[in-house]
């Protein structure tokens, strides 16, 4: 069973960065997918970034297109975030989830999220 533990989170001026961490407990890790989701108070999860492990294309959600980089050492077993050009609508806790398999119905073995507040 993997573990996924996000970090980097914390409070940031509007137009500011974070890179955020997501690690991954395990003797080895080789998902199928891993991403970046956001689920600010009172809506709905949101997909942020992500890409298929064994590729190297990203994918990005509209809200972080042009604006967020997700990138991995896969040595570290870590997938991060970059986030620059912060907006106070990025406010939210981020979680990185993965699939296990191609056939996966849904991304999950959530972290506990790390929150991001943009603010003045």
């Known amino acids: 069973q993997v573990q996924l533990a996000e970090s980097g989170g914390g409070l940031v001026q509007p137009g500011g960065s974070l890179r955020l961490s997501c690690a991954a407990s395990?003797?080895?890790?080789?998902?199928?997918?891993i991403g970046w989701f956001r689920q600010a108070p009172g809506k709905e999860r949101e997909f942020v970034a992500g890409?298929?492990?064994?590729?190297?294309?990203?994918y990005y959600g509209n809200s972080a297109e042009g604006r967020f980089t997700i990138s991995r050492d896969t040595a570290k077993k870590t997938v991060y975030l970059r986030m620059n050009s912060l907006r106070p609508e990025d406010t939210a806790v981020y979680y990185c989830?993965?699939?296990?398999?191609?056939?996966?119905?849904?991304?999950?073995?959530w972290g506990q999220g790390t929150q991001v507040t943009v603010s003045s």
């Open positions: 890409f298929i492990w064994g590729t190297s294309h990203a």
């Open positions: 395990a003797r080895t890790f080789s998902p199928y997918a």
């Open positions: 989830g993965i699939k296990s398999s191609r056939a996966s119905p849904e991304f999950g073995s």
